[in-house]
């Protein structure tokens, strides 16, 4: 056995013993492991994502968004979604958003054994939603200033219209109640997207009754959220839980159109993204 397959093979067994003390909770000496096993192989990502799960474990956000970004160079995709919690606990919002949404995407249809969309999702849907939050909250703010500069504006017009109309039987108080009628409107529908409605039924699960995560389309033809279809035809049986016709993991097709509709929807209104 050369040097470099004896490092390997001792690397590995670091490892190992860094998983036993990571299920103990035992972070510090986990970490220890995992840091002799990248001394001794440093290119390995898995050993670089395991230390920042450890980091993140003792809320460490400083040393997980270093090793999830080495892991990252490494070609490690599960290491985007740890680096966008770092980001997020740095107040980088949109950085840390970037990278959740990649960590998604990446999750999306990958191996139902390492699948973690849903967790993926909780932590984008919270960072989305205080974004939005945030947003909208300005964005009414600014709106109901210019409604009010209108309203004045409108006032100022029609007291002017009136002092120079006296004497004549024309009447500008009619007009100027159905501009401020209009005003309204207009406002009102300005204000539509930021206002929290119901999410058309074509865009939730039937069976969670939540906004698509993962939709996935099965043979006869019905969407279903990826994790709770897979969970049944593990749980249950092979069979799609509305038609019984018989259904096998593999025919889950990813539902692109609603997966693009779902979207579109939550870009235009980030109320959709408030998760209990």
Not at 200 to 212: A, K, M, Q, S, V
Request: with cysteine.
């Amino acid at each position: 056995m050369g040097p470099n397959a004896a490092a390997a093979k001792q690397a590995e067994k670091l490892r190992i013993n860094g998983n036993t003390y990571f299920k103990k909770d035992r972070f510090g000496a986990a970490i220890d492991a995992y840091t002799e096993a990248i001394t001794l192989c440093p290119n390995v990502p898995i050993y670089w994502t395991n230390r920042a799960l450890c980091h993140l474990k003792r809320n460490d956000w400083e040393r997980v968004e270093e090793d999830s970004r080495k892991a990252i160079q490494l070609d490690s995709n599960s290491a985007h979604y740890m680096l966008g919690l770092a980001l997020l606990q740095r107040k980088e919002s949109a950085k840390g958003i970037k990278e959740l949404e990649k960590a998604l995407d990446l999750g999306r249809g990958a191996n139902p054994k390492g699948y973690m969309v849903e967790e993926i999702w909780q932590e984008l849907a919270k960072a989305k939603y205080h974004e939005w939050e945030r947003l909208s909250s300005k964005r009414s703010w600014e709106l109901q200033s210019l409604k009010e500069a209108c309203e004045s504006a409108l006032k100022e017009k029609h007291f002017l219209e009136f002092s120079q109309r006296e004497g004549f039987v024309d009447d500008p108080t009619t007009a100027h109640s159905e501009q401020l009628e209009a005003l309204e409107v207009v406002f009102n529908i300005a204000a539509e997207a930021d206002t929290p409605t119901e999410v058309p039924d074509y865009l939730c699960c039937r069976i969670t009754l939540d906004i698509f995560h993962d939709p996935v389309i099965t043979p006869s033809g019905l969407t279903y959220e990826r994790a709770v279809i897979l969970e049944h035809l593990q749980k249950v049986g092979k069979f799609d839980p509305i038609t019984r016709e018989p259904l096998d993991q593999s025919q889950l097709v990813p539902n692109l159109a609603i997966k693009e509709a779902v979207q579109a929807f939550l870009d235009k209104h980030g109320w959709a993204y408030k998760v209990d």
